[in-house]
């Protein structure tokens, strides 16, 4: 019965590549065109096709972690690519409405994050090993989107490019005071700081986070013109005449926007500028997938942009500009996995071959939706007064 059933949903739904499974017990389909090079999947026992049937977001990604799926030559990129470029081109496809019908199942249990939630939520992903993002980020420990401007730039330079665009668009003059929200392991604190003679607090709820940043402060010799606390966006530490936020609004909940825009407001200086820099997607509000939410990033969610704006406007803010950020995060994704592949062996060491499927499933699943999902990022830029910032955008291109 469950091969009948998933053969029923992959049949109609796989036009683009060939797929081949083999099925517990030996028997073998084939779906999609035979002249495309194929993607074979073995599945290992009846309880697996049965979960990839009955949540096959879920299942997938726990079977590749488990095992319990096989798939040749370990060609995992080649099997989500495969999906993806099927789902996205059918929208109406059987499997599709099978999963936006699951997915709106799980909308509603996605959508509140308490603060005591949050720093849970957080020490989940921001409080491995500091030995793991190492071996895979740039040297400046950028977990974020990066910026490349040219095609050949390396991460290294595309993440400085990020972090100039960034310093452009906040306007930054010296003696200014920032606030970075979700300020990770200092990076673009410090940066700030050094490059604009500014004064930064960075305020995270990763217990590790703080210590490395504040490390790093005092290595660089910072510690005068840059403060790492814990602390909520939401509790009242006073104003400043910048507030910037990378990669963090993904973790606030949408049930919580309103609270967010209302702490810019309440923290950002009369002639204040503010940067939300953040994943979105181009689709309608709906969910986040069950394994990353499981797996990876508990209380995790990505904004569409009329849900942004919507808490935006009522809280009397101007949007002075929005810049939408198409692939770059599949690049930097792809970069990341390389590193990752080239220091496994180290990494198996830190946890163990479960983690490593886990963390590979992770950064391919992601790089595969950002080329071929509608999932991008944002960068708003809000202020309270509209002539706070220049009439025109070409104060970002000059030198």
């Not at 789902?87 to 308490?114: E, V």
């Not at 202020?383 to 910032?389: F, G, L, T």
Request: net charge neutral.
């Amino acid at each position: 019965m469950w091969i009948k059933i998933l053969s029923y949903l992959i049949e109609p739904l796989i036009t683009i590549g060939h797929l081949e499974i083999e099925f517990p017990g030996g028997e073998v389909r084939t779906f999609g065109d035979a002249s495309h090079k194929k993607v074979k999947v073995t599945i290992n026992d009846v309880k697996t096709l049965r979960s990839l049937v009955l949540n096959p977001d879920l299942a997938l990604g726990e079977a590749y972690m488990d095992k319990s799926i096989f798939i040749e030559d370990d060609n995992l990129y080649g099997l989500l690519s495969l999906f993806a470029k099927n789902i996205s081109n059918q929208p109406d496809s059987r499997m599709s409405r099978f999963m936006a019908f699951k997915s709106n199942l799980m909308f509603w249990f996605q959508k509140s994050n308490l603060p005591t939630r949050s720093k849970k939520n957080v020490e989940h992903h921001y409080d491995l090993s500091p030995a793991l993002y190492k071996l895979f980020l740039d040297e400046d420990q950028q977990y974020s989107c990066a910026f490349f401007q040219k095609e050949d730039d390396t991460l290294e330079q595309a993440q400085v490019n990020k972090k100039q665009h960034i310093a452009k668009k906040l306007l930054l003059e010296p003696g200014m005071t920032v606030l970075d929200i979700g300020c990770g392991w200092g990076g673009l604190s410090l940066t700030l700081a050094k490059d604009y003679d500014v004064n930064v607090l960075g305020i995270t709820l990763s217990e590790e986070q703080k210590l490395i940043a504040e490390e790093r402060a005092i290595r660089e010799g910072m510690q005068d013109k840059v403060k790492f606390k814990i602390l909520d966006y939401r509790a009242d530490f006073g104003t400043f005449d910048r507030i910037v936020s990378v990669g963090m609004f993904e973790h606030v909940g949408t049930s919580n926007y309103m609270d967010y825009f209302e702490a810019i407001r309440k923290k950002l200086n009369k002639n204040g500028i503010a940067l939300v820099h953040t994943i979105g997607r181009v689709s309608p509000p709906g969910n986040t997938s069950p394994w990353l939410e499981k797996y990876i990033f508990p209380g995790g969610y990505t904004p569409a942009m009329s849900e942004m704006v919507a808490s935006v406007e009522r809280n009397y803010l101007y949007i002075t500009d929005i810049e939408v950020w198409r692939l770059h995060y599949a690049k930097t994704l792809h970069h990341w996995h390389s590193r990752f592949t080239e220091n496994e062996e180290k990494i198996r060491k830190i946890y163990d071959e479960r983690f490593c499927r886990m963390w590979r499933y992770y950064l391919i699943a992601c790089e595969i939706s950002f080329r071929y999902y509608q999932q991008v990022v944002f960068q708003v830029q809000i202020s309270k007064e509209q002539d706070a910032v220049p009439l025109t955008r070409t104060y970002l291109y000059s030198n």
